[in-house]
């Protein structure tokens, strides 16, 4: 199985701040990387699929990139609705695998 | 606009099978390009995929190896959906179950929708 590692796990920044994610897989998965958003008691949600592309409807201050297995989430200023859990998920082989998870709160 | 709706029970009791159901609305359970999967949740184990079906001229199923010999999806293409069982249940698959949607390759697509989850406690 792939195992895919997010840092850091927590983090805590103001509103405008600009906000980064790295996801690590514990081996290449080319461009096969999609990232998620999860907000309390609710279903994930797509942002990123394919390392780089950005989800219809998602606001353009979400961007992602990297190949092979370091992968970024970056967040270009912080809003307060951004509040939640993000999740990288590996989709290069079977099983499906997902990382810890990056709690992010709002100071 | 796909649409994912679960049902099924919220507590299971150990060494029992879970039933769980996902209908499908916007898309057919038959598509070509879509494949369509269960996702557990819980704080131990986080988010973990368990397997999914779909369809390319004919019926494919796969699972995650740890839940392979226990579990089955079965899809039900005159209902338009598809169900989860999950026999021997015990208090470690106490989750949050999710049925979605994967789009753009079977295996290297996303999670596009997501059903309402289900939070089932395996406990007598």
């Known amino acids: 199985d792939i195992q895919m590692t997010q840092s850091p796990s927590s983090l805590s920044a103001s509103v405008g701040d600009r906000v980064t994610i790295t996801c690590r897989a514990s081996?290449?998965?080319?461009?096969?990387l999609n990232w998620y958003q999860q907000r309390p008691g609710k279903a994930p949600h797509l942002l990123i699929y394919?390392?780089?592309n950005l989800q219809s409807g998602v606001p353009s201050r979400f961007s992602g990139g990297g190949s092979g297995t370091y992968f970024t989430l970056t967040i270009s200023s912080l809003q307060p609705e951004d509040l939640g859990t993000y999740y990288c998920?590996?989709?290069?082989?079977?099983?499906?695998?997902f990382g810890g998870g990056t709690k992010v709160e709002i100071k | 606009q796909v649409q994912l709706q679960q049902s099924g029970p919220g507590l299971v009791k150990p060494s029992q099978t879970l039933s769980l159901t996902c209908v499908i609305s916007?898309?057919?359970?038959?598509?070509?390009?879509?494949?369509w999967n269960w996702v557990r949740q819980s704080p131990s184990r986080g988010l973990e995929w368990l397997g999914r079906?779909?369809?390319?001229?004919?019926?494919?199923?796969d699972y995650d190896p740890s839940v392979k010999s226990r579990m089955t999806i079965t899809p039900d293409t005159s209902k338009n959906q598809f169900s989860l069982q999950m026999n021997s249940m015990t208090p470690e698959d106490t989750a949050v179950y999710f049925c979605?949607?994967?789009?753009?390759?079977?295996?290297?697509?996303?999670?596009?929708?997501w059903g309402q989850g289900t939070l089932v406690t395996v406990s007598s």
């Open positions: 079906t779909f369809y390319r001229s004919k019926w494919y199923s």
């Open positions: 916007g898309d057919s359970v038959s598509s070509n390009s879509a494949a």
């Open positions: 394919t390392s780089f």
């Open positions: 979605a949607r994967v789009i753009g390759g079977y295996t290297s697509g996303w999670f596009d929708s």
């Open positions: 998920q590996q989709s290069y082989s079977a099983p499906l695998t």
């Open positions: 081996r290449s998965i080319s461009g096969y």
